[in-house]
């Protein structure tokens, strides 16, 4: 068991850290530079729950905390924000509910270990619920490849790409983060 803190992996200060910055910043879907902001917040979510997998995976933390790590981080970056400007208060609830595939992807691993399957089945049968209006199921499935990608299997990125805009796209955006974040979990950096 590791000496680490409570809170050591992501703290609220963190996550609102990056709220400031988006609160300082014009954010404007088009732009570059706004694109990567958001991109960096969700890496940055993405890398903390990277290292608890690690740690859960080699023995440094125990299921139990890492669960409790992963929801911690839940709590956080998930909670409603609101901001005086209504773009980038969408912007945030996109990063969000990318995030919120990663965090469940995260604790599914923990609990159940990896699923059966492919990653493309599991995607395929998310965006087929998704077109049947059965977002419950597509989360569900999209979380079962998520915890595919944590056990070091390749999110097919062309597969991604083709998705038709909307929530499994979104989660598949997530799960490409954390697949990022299990390969090379470096922080990102804020500045």
Known sequence: MSNKEPGEYYTEDRWQNWLDRLREEDLDAEEEDSARLLLNLQDDTAIAVAKILTDYEDGTIDGERALAE??????????????????????????????????????????EGPAEGTIQEYIEA???????????????YCVQAGTLVVD????????????????VAEWVNGLDSLQTAMSDPEFVEEE
């Open 70 to 111: 992963l929801t911690d981080i839940h709590e956080v970056v998930l909670d409603e924000v609101s901001f005086d400007d209504e773009e980038t208060e969408m912007l945030l609830d996109g990063v969000q509910t990318s995030l919120l595939c990663v965090l469940y992807a995260g604790q599914e691993f923990v609990a």
């Open 126 to 140: 998310a965006t087929a619920a998704e077109e049947e209006e059965d977002l419950e199921s597509a989360l569900g």
């Open 152 to 167: 070091g299997r390749t999110l097919d990125l062309e597969m991604a790409e083709e998705l038709d805009f909307g929530l």
